[in-house]
């Protein structure tokens, strides 16, 4: 994956010269995917607070300590490349998809939070959500081969489980209800799918290969391989896949919905 995404780095740097230092300062130059990864993510992150360099440092660290993260690394461009139809190659959500960078940096921030140094995972959230427009909590568990489409206003709770092969759009909450404490987040199964703007709240369960249509609002248990969808939701359909996030059939839109239509 390394070598592709350089090939296509230095092809893009011949076609269009006004990127090439760019592209050299930020791939070309490292001999890792970490390495670059932890340069992007350090330039984007990094405040008055916490410099780029130190930043990049300990983003390192973390990268060096768990090699999970790396591997779900690797499984999340996966995920991208597969399934957006906007993606052309490794490289371009390396370079400039925010919803790979917000979750990339939550898995350092998630790394510190379960190695005792809380502080900085919740620093790396605040950074994050001030950065990206994304709140994952550092505490909240996500598998690997995950996809945030577009990512703006993701809510992600404290006790949240995303298990592997998940994918969501943009403004999705995975929250709790009200002040109860404790174990308050979704729990959400394998190969899920979520559409833009739904709302899964409390500790909940959505079954592996469930679907989500856009703009729902999940208060129950929505059972395995179900596509659920409304105000409250309530199941409509089956997916047209076992693992919805995998394929490219599309989310029941709202409207549709509203009107009564259904999705197959």
Request: proline share 5%.
């Amino acid at each position: 994956m390394w070598s592709r995404i350089r090939t296509e780095a230095a092809a893009d740097a011949k076609r269009e010269p006004a990127l090439a230092s760019f592209l050299h300062t930020v791939i070309l130059c490292h001999d890792k995917l970490e390495d670059a990864l932890s340069y992007i993510l350090a330039g984007k992150l990094g405040s008055d607070t916490i410099t780029p360099l130190t930043l990049r440092d300990l983003i390192g660290r973390a990268l060096t300590a768990d090699p999970a993260i790396g591997a779900a690394v690797r499984e999340d461009l996966r995920a991208v490349l597969s399934r957006d139809p906007a993606c052309r190659g490794y490289s371009a959500p390396l370079l400039y998809f925010k919803g790979f960078h917000a979750l990339q940096s939550y898995r350092v921030a998630h790394y510190y939070w379960t190695t005792g140094r809380q502080a900085l995972a919740l620093w790396l959230q605040s950074q994050i959500s001030a950065v990206f427009a994304v709140d994952i909590h550092p505490g909240a568990r996500i598998g690997k081969g995950i996809m945030f489409d577009h990512a703006t206003s993701v809510v992600i709770g404290e006790t949240a489980v995303v298990e592997d092969d998940f994918s969501m759009l943009h403004e999705v909450t995975l929250g709790g209800t009200g002040k109860v404490g404790g174990d308050r987040h979704p729990k959400i199964g394998r190969g899920v799918m979520i559409g833009a703007g739904a709302k899964v709240l409390g500790n909940v369960r959505v079954g592996e290969g469930a679907k989500i249509g856009a703009g729902s609002v999940v208060l129950d248990d929505v059972p395995p391989f179900v596509t659920v969808a409304g105000v409250p939701a309530r199941p409509i359909s089956y997916p047209a896949n076992a693992h919805p996030a995998l394929g490219a059939d599309e989310l029941p839109e709202a409207d549709s919905l509203a009107r009564g239509g259904r999705t197959s």
